[in-house]
């Protein structure tokens, strides 16, 4: 029987596969991520979560540069979601990127939906579920591609040693890295979390805990830990036990009629310490250097990482090599990647792995162990400190040097971003109401989840809001310029598809038509030479006065990109745009992926591989253009509400 199974698995992916142009079985690196429903508590605290393969984060996907890959998806959880590969190049199975409402339909519970796609890049990626916040949940994992043995050896690990014995050590260590997931966690769903939102108008500030691997403990300090941060902060003067600004602070929540009387107390103010065990990362002195790949994975934070008495050469961001830069602390926007080599040279022993947010409206660390004596296991304790650079509150301390991602230099030396763009987006980020964030003045409704994918019908986006879908022919040559209004905080931008250069950024107004006009006016804000290369991009803080960022991308082959604030919860209020590259109906697009969720009539080979449930009510059964209209009527009308009432 399990040999029958195992051969009808196999017969799927072959057929399914054959559409991709993909050769054989035997060419294919096979997952299955068993999404289910579990009762956890990593914390100490027990709770709902969403986990996969019986745990969150779930298994790290391991693959090799070259390989083809099936990732099959089974839906057993009690919600509609889609898994998303963040940063993996899709330009050739746009359908497998998992962004419902743009390149697929919903995986509907009990249903099963098989993603196929080529590692042609290397790096460090992961993946997530893209429905609502369910990702914060535990829909997430890690993903590692081993480079092929040009681009290992065409590296910038010689930047670090150039020592023939150092670099057999680096190379080693860079293809088996410890992979450390960095994740904020709370004692309440997501959904729980976005009705109080509503409910109250008090965005939800405040997190439990923050873990390393899944692992780690729920601490609420003494309250003089707090002193240094809040004494004349003018943003935040006290704080609850969880070290999180109070729910009524106008500053962090700036919009009239908060009802902060209507939230679950527990959300801000409860805080009972536990004693659930840290994660340990084992490491080899005789190994000489560790490869550690930082990914964070958080809903709501950014963090900074630093390892007592260990400095860190960061070599790697978002799956690209960059220049080698050596420092004690790194900064992780939500999504970002870091791959980093710590060099084993000190006393066996134990070193704290610190974890600690980096937004003002909280002040929190979470810990982990780097270990020089142990084999597996977990930590019982918090290492004393050694040399510590990193303050509990997220300040790096006096001596230490902290990365600047600004001054990144994409690897190798060949690369440079076009001198000059053919199309320029100008978008203005806003907080619309106190429940709204919005990436280009209009928010981009959480229900167009359940509309038909733009990649399916991407005609339909003349009845759409212009601001919430873009287009642009091949070939182009595009800047995206993100205007922060005054009010905002850092925003990690997350754009799917390739990578784009981050050619620059300012504080001010963005007063241009264009980056050529404002080079003319502002060269020091620019670098066209060697910027970052990266898919995920901050935009800067905005907190009193305007601030700007430019990226820069090519476009060269017909696609749907999404493109989005990765908070969480400012992507479920309306913090994304679409992006249509060039006319989609050229795209050859599997049979399989355009039956996959539709109604019976339309998906007779999916039936076999799955129990898809149909679209909601008026979709499919030859309906589809008129329930595309009547959605884009109620997406217009949910836009004028919101900025009537302030609701989601």
């Known amino acids: 029987m399990v040999g029958l199974s195992l051969l009808m698995r196999l017969t799927t992916v072959v057929s399914a596969l054959s559409a991709l142009g993909l050769a054989t079985a035997s060419s294919v690196k096979l997952f299955t991520l068993d999404l289910t429903v579990g009762n956890i508590a990593p914390d100490g605290t027990k709770r709902q979560a969403f986990l996969v393969n019986g745990q969150t984060p779930g298994p790290n996907l391991i693959i090799d540069q070259g390989d083809n890959v099936s990732v099959t998806i089974k839906n057993h959880l009690n919600v509609p979601t889609t898994v998303h590969f963040h940063g993996i190049d899709q330009s050739a199975s746009i359908w497998s990127d998992g962004t ?12 099963t939906f098989i993603a196929n796609w080529t590692a042609t890049e290397h790096g460090l990626y992961w993946y997530h579920s893209h429905s609502r916040a369910i990702y914060g949940d535990g829909v997430r994992g890690g993903i590692f591609i081993r480079p092929n043995s040009k681009n290992l050896n065409n590296s910038p690990l010689s930047q670090i040693s150039n020592d023939p014995l150092d670099l057999i050590a680096l190379k080693l260590a860079h293809n088996n890295p410890k992979i450390v997931s960095l994740l904020d966690w709370t004692h309440w769903t997501s959904e729980k979390g976005l009705q109080q939102w509503d409910d109250s108008h008090v965005e939800l500030l405040c997190v439990d805990s923050v873990l390393v691997n899944g692992k780690g403990r729920q601490i609420c300090p003494d309250p003089s830990v707090f002193l240094p941060y809040i004494t004349g902060n ?54 000489k ?89 977990t930590g019982s304790h918090i290492p004393d400190p050694v040399k510590p650079a990193l303050g509990y509150g997220g ?15 994409a690897f190798p030396p060949s690369l440079h971003p076009p001198q000059k763009a053919d199309v320029t987006l100008i978008m203005d980020i806003i907080r619309a109401n106190a429940t709204t964030w919005v990436l280009n003045t209009d928010p981009f409704a959480a229900f167009l989840e359940l509309e038909e994918p733009l990649l399916f019908d991407p005609n339909s986006t003349a009845s ?20 922060a209004h005054p009010g905002n905080p850092t925003h990690p931008i997350h754009k799917h598809g390739v990578k784009a250069w981050v050619i620059g950024q300012g504080d001010g107004e963005w007063k241009w038509n264009s980056v050529a006009e404002a080079q003319k006016d502002v060269p020091n804000a620019f670098n066209l030479d060697r910027p970052p290369l990266r898919d995920g991009f901050e935009t800067p803080l905005a907190a009193v ?3 700007w960022l430019v990226i820069r991308y090519e476009v060269k082959q017909p696609g749907v990109i999404y493109l989005h604030c990765h908070v969480n919860t400012h992507a479920v209020s309306g913090m994304n745009v679409a ?37 909601p009510s008026g979709a499919g059964n030859g309906s589809h253009v008129s329930h595309t209209t009547r959605i884009r009527k109620r997406h217009a009308a949910t836009v004028a509400k919101s900025r009537l009432s302030g609701h989601l």
């Open 395 to 409: 300040d790096t301390l006096p001596g230490f040097t902290e990365l600047n991602s600004t001054t990144l230099q």
């Open 545 to 547: 006065d305007w601030a």
């Open 579 to 615: 992006l249509i590259e060039g006319d989609p109906t050229t795209i050859d697009i599997p049979q399989y992926y355009r039956d996959f969720g539709g109604q019976p009539s339309q998906t007779g080979s999916q039936n076999k591989t799955s129990a898809a449930a149909p679209l």
């Open 234 to 287: 003018p943003l935040v003067s006290e704080v609850t036990a969880k070290g999180c600004a109070y729910p009524n602070n106008t500053v962090t929540q700036p919009f009239p009629g908060n009802k902060p009387e209507l939230l679950d107390p527990s959300i801000f103010f409860e805080c009972a310490n536990t004693t659930t065990p840290f994660e340990v990362v084992d490491a080899n002195p005789y190994s």
């Open 464 to 483: 759409l809001d212009p601001k919430l879908v873009l287009d642009y022919p091949v070939g182009s040559v595009v800047d995206v310029v993100f205007k």
């Open 100 to 111: 419902p409402g743009v390149t697929q339909r919903m995986i509907q519970p009990g249903s």
């Open 289 to 377: 250097w560790l490869s550690i790949a930082f990914i964070n994975m958080a809903a709501l934070w950014d963090f900074k990482v630093s390892i007592d008495d260990h400095p860190m050469w960061v070599y790697a961001a978002d799956g690209q090599y960059h220049d080698v830069q050596k420092v004690d602390v790194l900064g992780i926007p939500i999504a970002e990647r870091f791959q980093v080599m710590i060099k084993l040279d000190k006393p066996w022993s134990d070193y704290a792995i610190r974890v600690a947010i980096t937004s003002v409206p909280q002040f929190m660390s979470g810990y982990a162990t780097l270990s020089y004596k142990r084999t597996g296991g």
